[in-house]
């Protein structure tokens, strides 16, 4: 069952985050996790420790945390920013609060809740549960619109008890890049929150928003542009805003076009160049560092390295140098005997 916002229910003037956000020039910004104001207090969402979190990484406009607790009370609170939550484990009932009613629901694996900033509500959940809540900026959904759409602000509706596959897969796919290590760093996430922005804007805005089809790929001199900045940046983190900053278009405009123009999406393309740039460097020396050149290329640790060097080239970083450098040891050898 779904319940829906009506017209005077609509927060004309939500709550702004107050908390400490940081804002990166020309793109969403950084939450610092997911939060809810309770009795004047910024305060998570649960009085629980994340079994895992978005924290880290800082994707833009998005954070994520994934809770396994018990049967509880949530108290009353006020979301600060668009909500989404969904139930991965546990079939209980809960009981809902809100606007002057209470609700009554059956839980499942699936069960999706959204809810605009300035939603104010108390839950009771009568079984244990694991939980996926994500805190999702209004300006995340502005960024993702179409380029030639003029809108400043972006209403979500208000859904209790909803199943919907394809968010339940892209909150899937931020938790498992998320235990992977996130190896592109902030890219995927940033592309999977656009996704999901998407998505949200499609099926669950006040004034709903059909996502355009792009076709043709990227000019190629803005193409350039963009290509150039991540080989001279490989080493950076890197983000999907500001890629399509430097592309001029935004970030959904601007995935697709890369994605036709390249046959990679952004995220995937880097890491490809980051294994290049690491071959050409461990090919450049014969007792290289191998640590090394994987932080010289981008990579925030050693297993990250090796997990997508392993991934990419077939074999480990470390026997890929010792083989190459074997192999021209047996050429140069071969050489000399010939002379």
Do not use: C
């Amino acid at each position: 069952m779904a319940l829906a916002h009506d017209a005077q229910h609509v927060h004309a003037h939500p709550p702004q985050h107050d908390g400490a956000l940081q804002h990166p020039a020309g793109g969403s910004p950084i939450i610092p996790g997911v939060e809810v104001r309770r009795e004047g207090r910024i305060e998570p969402f649960l009085d629980a420790h994340p079994t895992l979190s978005s924290a880290g990484v800082k994707w833009s406009g998005l954070a994520l945390a994934d809770y396994s607790v018990p049967a509880l009370v949530i108290p009353k609170h006020e979301h600060l920013e668009n909500f989404v939550h969904v139930v991965l484990r546990g079939s209980v009932k809960y009981q809902v609060s809100t606007r002057g009613k209470t609700l009554e629901f059956q839980a499942n694996p699936g069960t999706t809740f959204i809810l605009p900033r300035g939603t104010v509500d108390e839950v009771v959940w009568r079984g244990p549960t694991q939980r996926l809540a994500v805190a999702v900026h209004p300006r995340l959904l502005v960024s993702a619109l179409d380029q030639a759409t003029r809108e400043s602000d972006i209403e979500l509706t208000e859904h209790w008890n909803l199943m919907d596959p394809q968010i339940m897969a892209v909150l899937l796919a931020m938790t498992t890049d998320l235990n992977e290590g996130s190896p592109a760093g902030r890219l995927y996430g940033d592309a999977l929150g656009t996704a999901l922005a998407i998505h949200l804007l499609h099926r669950y805005a006040v004034r709903r928003h059909t996502p355009a089809t792009y076709r043709g790929g990227l000019p190629g001199f803005r193409l350039k542009r963009v290509l150039d900045f991540v080989g001279d940046n490989l080493a950076e983190e890197l983000s999907l805003q500001q890629l399509a900053d430097i592309a001029g278009m935004s970030p959904h405009y601007f995935a697709q076009l890369f994605k036709q123009s390249t046959g990679s999406p952004p995220h995937r393309y880097v890491l490809s160049r980051r294994i290049e740039r690491a071959k050409e460097k461990l090919a450049g020396s014969r007792r290289g560092n191998v640590t090394e050149v994987g932080l010289e290329v981008g990579f925030q640790n050693p297993s990250h390295f090796a997990k997508i060097f392993q991934k990419f080239v077939g074999t480990s970083p470390s026997r890929f140098q010792s083989e190459l450098w074997e192999e021209r040891r047996h050429q140069a050898s071969m050489a000399s005997g010939q002379n």
